[in-house]
Structures are given as C-alpha cells and as structure tokens.
C-alpha cells in the first residue's frame, strides 16, 4: 500500500517536473526569463535531484526493487547532482551549469536509452544482466511513467532550470 503511493506520488511530481519543464523552455526561447524564476531555478533543481535520489533509494531499498545495469548508471549521474546542485544553490551560483550539463546531458542520454530498452526489450540483449533485466517495468503510473521515464524527466528538468539560472547571467 505505502509503495504504490509513493510511486503515485513520485509520477505525480515527474509530471510537476514536465511542466516546469516545459515552462523553462517556452521562457528561454522568448528570451523573457523573470528575475523571481532565475533565482529559484537551482533550489528547484537541487530539489528535483535530491527527490530523484530519494525515489530511487526507495524504491530500490525499501521496496525492494532491484536496480539495473542503466539503472546503477543513472544512479551515477543523478547522485552527484545533489551536493553539486547544492551547493550551487546555497552559493547562487548559476556558473554551476558548467559542471552539471555534462553530467545531466550523460544521464539523460542513458535514461533515454533505457527507456527504448524498456518498450523494445531487444535493444537491451547486450545490456541487460538476466538477474536484473533493464525490461522490468517496476512502477508504470499513468500508463507511461515507469522508473526510467521519471528520471529521464529528472534529468530533462534540471538541465532546463539550470539554463533557466544562467539566463542574463551570459557573459560576451
């Protein structure tokens, strides 16, 4: 019971996320990002890291699920992000898209890649360790929110909201 509203709750905050998402990136191609959304861009994205890491301790040690091999590699991506993002954010320091856009741009490109594995499990033949298949479909809220799908939106956003900081903060 606990289990599937946590994942109820963690779907409903990815889609929280998509939106924000979206929102980051109507206002960065308008060239009219607020002053009140550049200040709040890296607490929102230190946010979005630390529940990504939350969720995924979770549901791996509470839960029970069983990570898999592009899980792990998410996992190293996205850990990180939190004291990076941090202490970005305790320093406003919107420079800080510097270190974090390498490392999100690597976790989204594996979050992507495994949610391809996960709706055509032959791409995965190579990947995927039998004992923890990357095809497994843990949690699928909505119809389309599985694991690798949130944190691919996870990845997504705090890219966004980091551009989103460094708006007006560009140097010549």
């Not at 409903?12 to 959304?37: C, E, F, K, N, Y």
């Not at 305790?90 to 270190?99: G, I, V």
């Amino acid at each position: 019971m606990l289990t599937a509203v946590v994942e109820r709750f963690l779907a409903l905050l990815a889609l929280l996320a998509l939106g924000v998402s979206l929102a980051g990136v109507v206002a960065l191609v308008r060239g009219r990002v607020s002053d009140r959304a550049r200040e709040a861009a890296l607490p929102l994205a230190a946010a979005v890291a630390v529940v990504s890491t939350g969720g995924s301790l979770y549901l791996s040690e509470v839960a029970g699920y069983l990570p898999c091999v592009l899980c792990w590699y998410q996992r190293i991506a996205m850990y990180p992000l939190v004291v990076v993002l941090g202490v970005a954010a305790l320093r406003r320091d919107a420079a800080a898209w510097r270190t974090v856009l390498p490392i999100t741009g690597i976790g989204t490109v594996i979050a992507a890649w495994h949610v391809a594995v996960e709706r055509l499990p032959a791409l995965g033949s190579g990947v995927c360790d039998p004992t923890a298949p990357c095809t497994i479909r843990w949690v699928e809220e909505f119809g389309f929110l599985t694991i690798p799908t949130m944190a691919l939106i996870g990845f997504i956003t705090i890219s966004v909201l980091v551009l989103v900081a460094r708006a007006g903060h560009r140097r010549a």
